[in-house]
């Protein structure tokens, strides 16, 4: 199975950056697009940005638009989340999650990584 690890996650205060790491392993081959989520204490799990495998098209939350950006550097495996001025209601937990080609739902998921803004 595709294997994803989130890193680079901590605490920072408002206006600062941050940038999340994901790390995918395994049949990598199927993947389409990659997908970074956040779920805040008693909130819903929601989306945050999305790349193409081969990184020719993203979208973003409207929410972190212009101010978070997501890359991939396919020869590593790996998909980033560049954070910039960053906000309080930021604080959450991070998901990187992957979908194959035709399908509407992530399949695979990593653990998560906890991101604190304060004020």
């Known amino acids: 199975q595709v294997q994803l690890v989130e890193s680079g996650g901590g605490l920072v205060q408002a206006g600062g950056s941050l940038r999340l790491s994901c790390a995918a392993s395994g049949p990598t081959f199927t993947l389409y697009r990659m997908g970074w989520f956040r779920q805040a204490p008693g909130k819903e799990r929601e989306f945050v940005a999305s790349i193409t495998w081969s990184g020719g098209s993203t979208n973003y939350a409207d929410s972190v638009k212009g101010r978070f950006t997501i890359s991939r550097d396919n020869a590593q495996n790996v998909v980033y989340l560049q954070m910039n001025s960053l906000k309080p209601e930021d604080t959450a937990v991070y998901y990187c999650?992957?979908?194959?080609?035709?399908?509407?739902?992530?399949?695979?998921w990593g653990q998560g990584t906890q991101v604190n803004i304060s004020s």
């Open positions: 999650g992957a979908r194959n080609f035709g399908d509407i739902k992530y399949a695979y």
